[in-house]
Structures are given as structure tokens and as C-alpha cells.
T-cell receptor, first 108, second 116 residues
Framework: DAKTTQPNSMESNEEEPVHLPCNHS???????IHWYRQLPSQGPEYVIH???SNVNNRMASLAIAEDRKSSTLILHRATLRDAAVYYC?????????FGAGTRLTVKP | GAVVSQHPSWVICKSGTSVKIECRSL??????MFWYRQFPKQSLMLMAT?????????EQGVEKDKFLINHASLTLSTLTVTSAHPEDSSFYIC????????????FGSGTRLTVV
């Protein structure tokens, strides 16, 4: 079964920041935290990953709690193209089961 | 880098026939690939883990004789839906990991299967 907990849905206004939370309390010490997103009728695409430190890339930022039991994906300025289902996944021994994810709606 | 090609992107078949879906890692070798099924408005459901040169590991409730998986090379895994029925209509997605990296998986673009 999935080892993550995310809100089912979130809404944001265009051009505003979005904070997508994820709880992964059973993560092991060496597992990376990955975030993917899935646009309609497409396969998931990689967004960002991290281990302990906060991470930034051109798509988003990832804030990881000190105890690593939770993380937050930050979209600094949401656009309509960011509307998607966002999944956080802590792969454990190649366990790539997905949770329900968070459906992000971006309003113009 | 780390591109996964999935083919076909969509297919329509008649009940009782078989359909093969291919998943190729184009620029890396993948000892492990994953196959998922996704129904509308639902999350991805892991069907099986495909291991190069050995038998796939199926999730509980997934019929191995109906969903045949072959991972004969380090760049190709195939999923064959045998004797397809309308309830098999779904979005099938594969993923693979570049074993030279310690993180990250790449997903195919998915195959929309419609059984009529």
C-alpha cells in the first residue's frame, strides 16, 4: 500500500504560490523523496527530488522537514499549465506504488 | 536523458483478441520496469514489476496469465493483454529507472486501450 498522505485536492489562483504537502512518516533514512505530476492523458513526469536538504530547480522547490517525515512541494507562481495531479513518492526497495495524489486546480 | 518510449499511444481492439504494449528505454538500460493501470479519475495502480531476464512480479489481484510481461532485454519490456474484455479498457503506463542514477524514474506517455 502507498506510504504517503496528501490532500485530495487544492486550488490556487494563477501567478500565486502553491504549497503542496505530503506526509511520508515511514520513509527510511536513505530513501529519496520524489515528486511527480501527471497532466491529463499523459504519463507522470518528474518534478523534483531530495534527500535531506531543501532543493530548487526550474520547476519547483522542495522543502523537506528535518525529521524527513513530511515534505512540501512549492510552485512559486502557479500557471494554468501547472494544473495536474501531484504525487509524492518515497521509493523503498523499488516500491513504486502511488498514493492518490493531490489534484491541483489553477484558476485564472 | 532518461527517455522512455511507450507504444502504441492508443489502441482499439475487439473482445477476445490480444494486445501488446511496448515500453523502451531509449538512452539507458533498465533492469527493472514497472507497469501500471489507471482508470479515469483514479491514481496509478501498480500491476507488476518487470525484471530483465526473469519472471515479473505481479501485484495481488493481477492475473499473470492475462497480463503477460516479457522483459527480454535491458531496454525493452512488453505487456500483452490476452483475451481482452471491455473491463480491460484502461490507460496503461510503464516506467523505468536508469540504474546508473540513485534516484528517479521515467514514465512512458501511456497507452489508451479500448476493448469493444
Amino acid at each position: 500500500d502507498a506510504k504517503t498522505t496528501q490532500p485530495n485536492s487544492m486550488e490556487s489562483n494563477e501567478e500565486e504560490p502553491v504549497h503542496l504537502p505530503c506526509n511520508h512518516s515511514t520513509i527510511s533514512g536513505t530513501d529519496y523523496i520524489h515528486w511527480y505530476r501527471q497532466l491529463p492523458s499523459q504519463g507522470p513526469e518528474y518534478v523534483i527530488h531530495g534527500l535531506t536538504s531543501n532543493v530548487n530547480n526550474r520547476m519547483a522547490s522542495l522543502a523537506i522537514a528535518e525529521d524527513r517525515k513530511s515534505s512540501t512541494l512549492i510552485l512559486h507562481r502557479a500557471t494554468l499549465r501547472d494544473a495536474a495531479v501531484y504525487y509524492c513518492i518515497p521509493p523503498n526497495n523499488n516500491d513504486m506504488r502511488f498514493g492518490a495524489g493531490t489534484r491541483l486546480t489553477v484558476k485564472p | 536523458g532518461a527517455v522512455v518510449s511507450q507504444h502504441p499511444s492508443w489502441v482499439i481492439c475487439k473482445s477476445g483478441t490480444s494486445v501488446k504494449i511496448e515500453c523502451r528505454s531509449l538512452d539507458f538500460q533498465a533492469t527493472t520496469m514497472f507497469w501500471y493501470r489507471q482508470f479515469p479519475k483514479q491514481s496509478l495502480m501498480l500491476m507488476a514489476t518487470s525484471n530483465e531476464g526473469s519472471k515479473a512480479t505481479y501485484e495481488q489481484g493481477v492475473e499473470k496469465d492475462k497480463f503477460l510481461i516479457n522483459h527480454a532485454s535491458l531496454t525493452l519490456s512488453t505487456l500483452t493483454v490476452t483475451s481482452a474484455h471491455p473491463e480491460d479498457s484502461s490507460f496503461y503506463i510503464c516506467s523505468a529507472r536508469d540504474s546508473t542514477r540513485s534516484y528517479g524514474y521515467t514514465f512512458g506517455s501511456g497507452t489508451r486501450l479500448t476493448v469493444v
